[in-house]
């Protein structure tokens, strides 16, 4: 099942490559033909993904993207707000292009995502917590709350990740990335946010229809991710893993951002 997540296409995709096991070893590597993989030494043993080290990694890039946000939320100053709002933006999205069609899982060029996106984050916030004061910590405590509990929701199989609720849910998801897309650029060009995002009834319905989506995209990573450890992937797939739940993070933070501040408007 392919995800709108690149990165999420790239571990199920190493997921279903064929395995073998080193005799004497009950170790799966990958097929010798095929490339194999670098991290498998002469004895036989993989260095393999594991959920405590997504985790790990996962804190990592939440961490440095949190760091990064702070220190630019106190040392831009408002003369250059813009500026480095649209420079980290798109540089961010550029990054985040590479890493997904790449395949890259160098953990530098990761973490470096997550500082850029963590600058961005950071004067969209230092904005709008000037205009809402307060609304970022409210939009951070809605972001990690729905976070947790659609982790507790898979965990304990409350919500599934079936073949037709995974197809629901990844079509919505590519259908949203369009639709943003396209409004941003419209917003671009004639200098209006337009009715999706100008805090009116029908902005306030897509934002709560791209939380809702958002939400449910965390199931679809947490699937696969689940779907890599099984099969015994490279470590390495761990950065991916760790990844794609940080994008997801980052929308769900921005949409609650948004939400929360057309419910504060004089």
């Known amino acids: 099942m392919k995800s ?22 009950g170790v799966p590597v990958g097929h010798p033909a095929g490339g194999g993989y670098p991290e498998v030494v002469q004895s036989g043993h993989v260095d393999r993904m594991t959920i405590d080290d997504v985790v790990v990694k996962t804190v990592t890039l939440i961490a440095l993207t949190a760091f990064s946000a702070a220190v630019a939320a106190f040392v831009v100053p408002w003369s250059v707000l813009s500026p480095v709002w649209y420079t980290s933006m798109f540089v961010g ?9 790449a395949q890259v899982t160098n953990p530098v060029v990761i973490c470096s995502y997550a500082v850029v996106e963590g600058v961005f984050l ?10 809402f004061d307060g609304i970022v910590v409210q939009a951070v405590i809605a972001t990690l709350a729905v976070f947790l509990i659609m ?9 599934r990740a079936t073949p037709m609720f995974m197809k629901v849910v990844i079509g919505a998801a590519a259908g949203l990335g369009v ?27 897509f934002s709560l229809i791209c939380i809702v989506v958002a939400a449910l995209m965390f199931v679809v990573n947490f699937k696969q991710i689940e779907d890599g450890i099984a099969a015994g ?9 760790a990844f794609g739940i940080l994008v997801e993070l980052i929308w769900l933070y921005l949409e609650f951002l ?4 057309y419910f504060s408007e004089d």
Do not use: C, E, H
């Open 179 to 205: 639709i943003i897309v396209v409004n941003f650029v419209l917003s671009m060009i004639t200098g209006s946010a337009g009715p999706l995002r100008d805090g009116g009834v029908v902005a306030i319905g």
């Open 122 to 131: 950071g004067v969209v916030s230092k904005l709008f917590n000037r205009i």
């Open 4 to 25: 709108s997540n690149p990165v999420l296409n790239r571990i199920s995709a190493a997921a279903q490559q064929p395995r073998y096991t080193v005799p004497g070893q």
């Open 258 to 261: 948004r939400l929360i501040s």
């Open 233 to 241: 992937l490279p470590r390495k797939y761990g950065w991916l893993g």
């Open 151 to 159: 982790a507790a929701l898979y965990k304990f199989k409350v919500v």
């Open 93 to 101: 999205v550029a990054i985040g292009l590479v890493i997904s069609f």
